[in-house]
């Protein structure tokens, strides 16, 4: 279970890596910069995290039950919800108030522009903190800066329950019907965003970074990947490390480089639902990839009793995941605060620079900032977990 963890965790740091990389580019690339449309592909990084959430998820609902079985507990489900979201809430209330004072600040006192402009209205800031901003348009990310994702990811922890329960059951008739579900989910997906935009007049209409590519129907299908690898590991041990590697690591070339196409080159607005499930779909077969080499190199060193070489590119990534969500609440601070400011000063009196260098030579040192940043960010939200967990 660890190395499958650790693999998960590699795909979680190149999840958040994708994310500085497009966040990154907000305020130093100009739209004429011949990759920026590349670089906004790291956005997928959120999908990596979605299908991520799913297999981990498994475990935390089965640990759940056997704790409940050894001692009586409170209702599992209610037990569930509750950890999900006292998990996500202190950090995400942190920062909150850390970008409703910095608004405060650069808005009001200094009148300078700031990275995020904050939507300060009441109705928003309530529903970013009960995490239900997911089924508003106007307040799904104009309260947090990326705030979609959590509010799109707690949904997705909302439906776990039940889409865990029928896996469950489909996996007892063949193990094959499992890989129904997710096509099921993408399909009913598709309709539902063609229904809600025709309701709405197209008031609500489907492209990327909208209301609809955000809303959690979305990245259903792309999060029941991560439950379908779960329950294939466990029905059929050591699923990953049996199946080819070759094979699957064609078949993670094959998504990505089609994913990235779809991306540059949609064709038309139902690309962007049909994007995120292939993009699933990739990091359930780099899942399986990484699985394999990760369970072939413990046996190897099984087989000849030495200890461990420390791989520093794959351990970095493993703790970036590990440190994923702190990282993720702090690099705005980095991404949108820090490159706004930079380049309000580099353009005051009609000055340039060479965006595609400086964002070159910003980008390492950004990732590390908000690496170091986020890590103790992680820490402390640990030593608040452990607190709430006492209580």
Wanted: proline residues 5%; aromatic residues 16%; charged residues 15%.
């Amino acid at each position: 279970m660890n190395q499958k963890l650790k693999s998960m965790d590699i795909i979680k740091g190149i999840g958040i890596i994708m994310i500085i990389i497009v966040h990154n580019r907000h305020f130093l690339m100009l739209d004429i910069s011949g990759l920026r449309p590349l670089m906004n592909y790291g956005q997928m990084g959120c999908q990596l995290f979605f299908f991520v959430s799913g297999f981990a998820l498994c475990y935390a609902w089965e640990h759940l039950s056997e704790s409940s079985r050894r001692r009586r507990r409170a209702p599992k489900l209610l037990r569930f919800y509750l950890r999900r979201y006292l998990r996500l809430a202190p950090g995400f209330l942190l920062f909150m108030i850390i970008h409703f004072g910095l608004n405060i600040l650069l808005l009001n006192v200094l009148s300078f522009p700031p990275g995020f402009i904050m939507n300060r209205e009441l109705p928003g800031i309530l529903t970013n903190v009960f995490f239900v901003h997911g089924l508003f348009p106007d307040y799904i990310n104009s309260v947090f800066p990326g705030g979609w994702y959590i509010g799109t990811a707690f949904l997705l922890y909302l439906t776990f329950p039940f889409l865990y329960g029928l896996f469950r059951r489909l996996r007892r008739i063949h193990p094959l019907c499992m890989a129904v579900l997710p096509v099921l989910l993408l399909v009913l997906n598709v309709f539902l965003l063609g229904w809600i935009a025709d309701w709405s007049d197209q008031e609500l209409y489907l492209d990327n970074n909208t209301f609809l590519y955000f809303f959690f129907t979305n990245h259903l299908p792309c999060f029941s990947l991560g439950i379908v690898l779960f329950f294939q590991e466990k029905n059929n041990a050591r699923f990953c490390s049996k199946f080819p590697l070759a094979v699957s690591a064609l078949l993670f070339v094959v998504t990505t480089g089609f994913g990235i196409y779809w991306f540059l080159n949609p064709a038309s607005e139902k690309t962007f639902a049909l994007l995120p499930s292939l993009v699933g779909l990739s990091a359930y077969f780099l899942a399986v990839s990484l699985i394999h080499i990760e369970v072939r190199m413990k046996t190897l060193r099984g087989k000849k009793q030495h200890t461990r070489h420390a791989n520093p590119l794959t351990d970095f990534l493993a703790q970036c995941g590990q440190n994923s969500y702190g990282m993720y609440l702090a690099h705005p601070l980095v991404c949108w605060y820090g490159m706004k400011a930079l380049n309000y000063f580099l353009t005051e009196n009609n000055g340039t620079y060479n965006d595609l260098l400086l964002y070159g030579l910003l980008l390492v040192p950004s990732v590390f900032i908000v690496f170091v940043i986020g890590l103790y960010v992680e820490k402390l939200l640990t030593w608040i977990d452990h607190r709430l967990r006492r209580s």
